[in-house]
């Protein structure tokens, strides 16, 4: 074992250490996963937690009534001619055009 007080002899015997490896990662904050992209998380989320449900389905959404003088107004404002004219504008757009397919087949 050899020992010296000069500087550079010592500074030969001191290796460095590796350089630590660092990357991004994203969290989920509903399952505490780890995702490489944002756009993963989100997918997990839709995939595991998100699920297509009818409004009657919903829980707590039943217990709600609608007061009589507003139902009425509703059903005044509400004609054909006014619903159609309402599918025929958003046809127009395409971003819109599953949910205008999906009314048609509907009616």
Known sequence: ??????PEVIKNYIQKGREPISKI????????????SKKAVLDDFEKNQL???ELVDVPSQNRYQIEEHFLAF???????IR??????????????ET???RWIEEN
């Open 51 to 53: 699920k297509s449900m």
């Open 25 to 36: 990662v994203f969290s989920s904050g509903v399952t505490g996963k780890l995702f490489n």
């Open 83 to 96: 619903v159609s004219a309402f599918v025929d504008a958003m046809s127009a757009h395409d971003e819109f």
């Open 99 to 101: 949910h205008v397919a």
């Open 1 to 6: 074992f050899f020992v010296s007080e000069d």
């Open 74 to 80: 509703i059903q005044e404002q509400l004609d054909d």
